[in-house]
């Protein structure tokens, strides 16, 4: 499975865009990048998933470079409520090995007024 | 909408204890998993299931966990002896993954154990 790096932690304001980086140098071909979101006391949530390019749906936007070394999970406009820890993974969906998912330590996101 | 259920949502137990977490997915989805979450770090397969067969446990400690889903459908996670070390959250999740397909898991609330 492709080992994922992203920031521990970043703080930003109400109102503004987050773009938060995962590296995954080692991402093979059959790998696809997911994001997922985690509040406190709670089990993880989908955010987006993407092969390559740019997917976007009603809450992020996921940009993927052409090298698919890396990729960057847009949430757009925050608010004190996406507060959350943000984890990036990758996995196979097409033979099966995204069928298991290995978390990271994720990035903390914290939102201020 | 759906969701995937876990019960009990706090356990308090005393080391050396047996414990036992249930877990019911949503329905149809033939892919369970359990999850075990030590505070501040991110969720560790522990057990992973494809209908009633176990498909990978290879995180599972064998000598004090153990893990069931025999009608392939609601599925038990025991723990015995417990150990102060197992103090975690135990996740429960399910998915309706099939090859090519977006692998959205479905998590439930968790189970929050504390070994004393």
């Known amino acids: 499975l492709a080992k994922t790096t992203q920031p521990i932690s970043m703080d930003s304001y109400e109102g503004q865009e987050v773009n938060i980086t995962c590296s995954h140098n080692n991402i093979a071909t059959n790998d696809y990048i997911t994001w997922y979101q985690q509040f406190p006391s709670q089990g993880p949530r989908f955010i987006i998933q993407g092969y390559k390019t740019k997917v976007t749906n009603e809450v992020a936007s996921l940009f993927i470079p052409a090298d698919r070394k890396s990729s960057t999970l847009s949430l757009p406009r925050v608010s004190l409520s996406d507060t959350a820890v943000y984890y990036c993974?990758?996995?196979?969906?097409?033979?099966?090995?995204?069928?298991?998912?290995?978390f990271g330590t994720g990035t903390q996101l914290k939102v201020e007024l | 909408e759906a969701e995937v259920a876990q019960s009990p949502r706090y356990k308090i137990t005393e080391k050396s204890q047996a414990v036992a977490f249930w877990c019911d997915p949503i329905?149809?989805?033939?892919?369970l998993y359990w999850y075990r979450q030590i505070l501040g770090q991110g969720p560790e397969l522990l057990v992973q299931?494809?209908?009633?067969?176990?498909?990978?446990d290879s995180q599972l400690p064998k000598d004090r966990f153990s893990a069931e889903r025999l009608k392939g459908v609601d599925s038990t996670l025991k723990i015995q002896p417990a150990e102060l070390g197992d103090s975690a959250m135990y996740l429960c999740?399910?998915?309706?993954?099939?090859?090519?397909?977006?692998?959205?898991?479905?998590f439930g609330p968790g189970t929050r154990l504390t070994v004393l």
């Open positions: 299931f494809q209908d009633e067969s176990v498909v990978d």
């Open positions: 993974l990758v996995g196979d969906m097409i033979t099966g090995g995204g069928n298991k998912l290995t």
């Open positions: 999740a399910s998915s309706l993954w099939t090859s090519g397909s977006s692998n959205e898991q479905f």
């Open positions: 329905s149809g989805h033939a892919t």
